[in-house]
């Protein structure tokens, strides 16, 4: 891993014990620029990730707890007259100046709060009567949802479930990072000893550097046909979206770049495939015994890597 990225990993480790992977992958998803969903149970350290990351690399952070009272008006802004200077006044709303935004619990707002999300997420911009403004760059969304706990939640539409870059779980900490974080925490708050290890500036010029390393057609190929025969399967209501193709191949680049390399190989593309693609595929309710993790692994397997043809290019095998 580059180096400053291996800072801010080291940074967040003060206060998230034994969940590198996660951390490496939010990363990733920060990178290309996209947004990810951390779909877990209640405290295993989702809210607290997000605070580390902003300190770590210096991002304006902003919270908003969702509840089913929030309105799109409190994210986007909205327009108040002044009577002073006889005009309309926009006043900004949470998205508005924030790099990082933490949206606790997802789930439980409103479909039409949820719906106003949706522009800041794909275009970095909010429009509010008929006016639009630019979100601060870098921008990113962290959303969370409880998988218990589900009174007053409801499940979320498939278009907003195709904005996010990846779904990602944490889990429950093993024994020695359940101990370690006790430890930590026995006379001070680690978070306090998290430090800015990464400018904006430079997190800027890392994702355009990230964006250019090369997808070459054969890679393009692989990711295609991935996306064809998800869709074509014969369990599978719905596949992989052209969208979901381009962020496979976003993440692919940004795992090649951590990794100190400008071209994706096949192996990259098949390590973001499953984080990238499981929240996108939809099975037929008919079709039992599978399940999508399974069936992301079926097409991983049936499905030839383009690597396979460099190597015999290169042994004659």
Request: aromatic share 6%.
């Amino acid at each position: 891993m580059r180096p400053q990225l291996e800072g801010v990993v080291n940074e967040i480790g003060k206060v998230i014990s034994g969940k590198r992977e996660a951390i490496e992958k939010i990363l990733l998803a920060l990178l290309a620029e996209g947004n990810v969903l951390l779909d877990d149970v209640p405290g295993v350290g989702k809210t607290t990730l997000a605070v580390a990351l902003s300190r770590a690399i210096g991002l304006n952070y902003r919270r908003v707890q969702f509840t089913p009272d929030v309105l799109p008006s409190d994210l986007v802004g909205f327009s108040v007259y002044d009577k002073q200077n006889n005009a309309f006044t926009y006043r900004p709303g949470i998205l508005n100046g924030a790099n990082l935004l933490l949206g606790d619990e997802i789930n439980r707002a409103s479909s039409k709060t949820q719906s106003a999300l949706l522009e800041a997420m794909e275009e970095r911009q909010v429009t509010v009567e008929g006016q639009t403004y630019p979100m601060q760059k870098p921008f990113m969304v962290i959303a969370t949802e409880n998988s218990v706990g589900t009174a007053g939640t409801q499940f979320l539409p498939y278009a907003q479930m195709d904005r996010f870059l990846l779904r990602l779980s944490l889990g429950y900490p093993d024994y020695d990072a359940q101990m370690d974080m006790l430890r930590r925490r026995q006379n001070n708050n680690p978070m306090e000893e998290v430090s800015c290890v990464l400018s904006k500036d430079e997190l800027l010029c890392m994702q355009k550097e990230a964006m250019a390393v090369t997808s070459k057609d054969s890679i393009l190929d692989y990711i295609t046909r991935l996306a064809l025969a998800s869709r074509a399967h014969e369990a599978v209501e719905v596949g992989i979206s052209p969208r979901g193709a381009l962020f496979l191949d976003r993440a692919a680049k940004a795992r090649a770049y951590i990794e100190g390399r400008d071209y994706v190989t096949g192996t990259d593309v098949q390590a973001v495939f499953k984080d990238v693609c499981a929240h996108r595929v939809l099975l037929k309710e008919q079709i039992a015994g599978i399940s999508v993790p399974l069936l992301l692994d079926e097409l991983i397997k049936n499905v030839e890597n383009p690597d396979r043809h460099s190597i015999r290019d290169i042994f004659g095998k």
